[in-house]
């Protein structure tokens, strides 16, 4: 059997991969949008030389390439943007260290450069203008972000204002990821919520980060905090505390009392605050800079009730069930996938045992390690090989097709449906593949995980089909599209396989389907409820 037999879908999933990572440059308006074409290139070259001089091993190459190249920088740069979302210092340093070592990209590489200055800019530190000057590259709309975080530093707010007044610079502003910025001033300057309303349309519309669950989430409740709704502010913040960083509770909820028109109570508020975070130097700066605000500036009447702001905070609110439901996957807080590691951690152990015993290829090894050979002398005696047989797989890329669909899936399943409800809907469509198997009865000698781990896929399916908050959801499509591309993988796989079965696999994802169904956690009406009561 051919080993490299997925090296050809490999390159053109790389291909359409980095053809999507291109675009995605070009759209952030960076130079070097064209560099993810020279990774595509390199890809290409290294297995077409292996396919020459080890042919055996061009799947391999074309897999580890895509996985070092292409999925773990874009992991680690979305770890990244969460740590700095969440304030956490020390961890964003590590992973820009990190990341500035791996990754292919020119321009993130320069972007990291960056890295230190952004966190001191959030901390509240003063930044000599020669090294604002130094890591924004001669790039003028770079410079003017700068500028704008340290005069929304110290809370200038009639100043970050009138640097948005421009349509063309407050274009470039947003696409710098600054439109909380504006609204932030906007409301602090103006109590007239019809003001409000159109600065959250247009930071919406302007935004690209806005995207981002953490940034969206953070929106939502600075929102009804700036339209001085300190009730939905409270419910909010507390319903979706898993996107806020240290502080930034009493920081939203200062600014609701203070556009609801109670300077004394924001400032009790901070106070609070300072005492509870004081060892938290970005908490610490932010509420000092609030307080400062809210002493220099006159009182503020409170902010204007207008249909516009009423409808538009209404739809916003209409996102945060769903930014809840996907809250586990997300952040610090989110779910750590141990069972799925320690799954994955098991099958390369197995598999490296046993190929280091013997030859992994060897069909009468596979049986005598609990593979299952359907047959007419099939009986209750060899049910124990339904449990066995997925611990075995023929040939590495088979078990590192399977550890990458396993990762895939299993953290999904593992942070919505819980360690014990994965550990359920795996074992028991382990068995039940193999059964369809059994039932279809042709001769076969089966091995491998894929029946099994289908079933995760099944219970994803199950999980976006009836729940539309996690289906409309970024985190949904993304799985919507993991879907589409590893089961054309193993389709693929299968093909040029004999030893897998669809009977199988197709088993394995109506069992899941079915099981997830049952095991899915219910949509959190309580939340919605509590959000429509509360005001």
């Not at 999925?71 to 740590?83: D, E, G, K, M």
């Not at 075995?392 to 669909?405: A, R, S």
């Not at 059964?435 to 009865?441: D, F």
Request: some cysteine; proline content about 5%; overall charge positive.
């Amino acid at each position: 059997m051919p080993i490299d037999a997925l090296a050809l879908p490999l390159l053109v999933v790389t291909a359409i991969g980095l053809f999507g990572y291109a675009l995605y440059l070009r759209r952030l308006g960076w130079p070097d949008a064209r560099g993810g074409w020279a990774i595509v290139a390199a890809i290409v070259l290294a297995t077409a030389l292996a396919a020459v001089f080890a042919p055996h091993s061009a799947g391999f190459v074309a897999f580890g390439l895509y996985l070092l190249l292409i999925i773990a920088p874009l992991s680690l740069q979305t770890r990244l943007h969460r740590a700095i979302g969440a304030g956490d210092e020390e961890r964003a340093r590590r992973l820009g260290w990190l990341l500035a070592r791996i990754h292919p990209t020119q321009a993130v590489r320069e972007e990291l450069e960056a890295l230190p200055i952004i966190l001191a800019l959030r901390a509240g530190d003063d930044v000599p203008p020669a090294e604002l000057d130094r890591v924004s590259r001669g790039m003028p709309e770079v410079r003017r972000a700068f500028d704008t975080i340290l005069l929304h530093n110290r809370r200038d707010v009639d100043a970050v204002r009138a640097v948005f007044a421009d349509p063309e610079q407050r274009a470039g502003l947003f696409a710098q990821g600054l439109g909380a910025i504006y609204v932030q001033a906007v409301a602090c300057t103006d109590p007239d919520g019809e003001v409000l309303a159109e600065a959250l349309t247009r930071a919406l519309a302007g935004d690209p980060t806005f995207g981002q669950p953490e940034r969206t989430a953070r929106l939502i409740i600075q929102a009804h905090a700036l339209a001085g709704d300190v009730a939905r502010t409270s419910a909010l913040a507390e319903g979706l505390a898993m996107y806020l960083a240290r502080g930034d509770r009493e920081v939203l909820l200062a600014l609701a009392e203070w556009c609801a028109g109670r300077p004394d109570a924001a400032r009790r508020t901070i106070a609070r605050g300072l005492t509870q975070h004081a060892d938290h130097r970005i908490a610490r700066s932010t509420l000092a800079s609030l307080d400062a605000m809210i002493v220099r500036r006159p009182p503020r009447p409170s902010t204007t009730h207008t249909p516009g702001l009423t409808r538009r905070l209404a739809a916003l609110r209409g996102g945060a069930p769903a930014l809840r439901a996907v809250s586990t996957f997300l952040g610090r807080h989110a779910v750590r996938p141990r069972l799925t590691w320690a799954w994955m951690a098991v099958l390369l152990g197995v598999y490296a045992v046993f190929a280091l015993t013997g030859d992994p290829y060897d069909l009468e090894r596979h049986y005598q390690w609990g593979a299952l050979f359907v047959d007419s002398t099939f009986g209750i005696g060899d049910a124990w090989r339904l449990g066995t047989l997925t611990l075995l797989h023929f040939g590495g890329l088979h078990l590192l097709l399977n550890v990458l669909m396993l990762w895939r899936f299993g953290t999904f399943v593992e942070a919505l449906f819980g360690r014990a409800r994965m550990a359920a809907i795996y074992v028991l469509s382990a068995a039940l593949s193999g059964l369809a198997v059994v039932a279809k009865g042709d001769p076969v000698l089966l091995v491998g995980a894929s029946g099994a781990i289908m079933a995760l896929g099944g219970a994803v399916i199950a999980a976006l089909l009836l729940r539309r908050d996690l289906r409309t959801s970024r985190i949904g499509r993304a799985e919507l599209i993991a879907l589409a591309v590893l089961f054309g993988l193993q389709i693929l796989f299968d093909s040029f396989t004999p030893e897998v079965s669809g009977t199988a696999h197709l088993a394995g994802i109506a069992a899941g389907v079915v099981l997830g169904a049952l095991f899915l956690p219910r949509r959190d009406r309580a939340f919605l409820d509590m959000l429509e009561q509360t005001g």
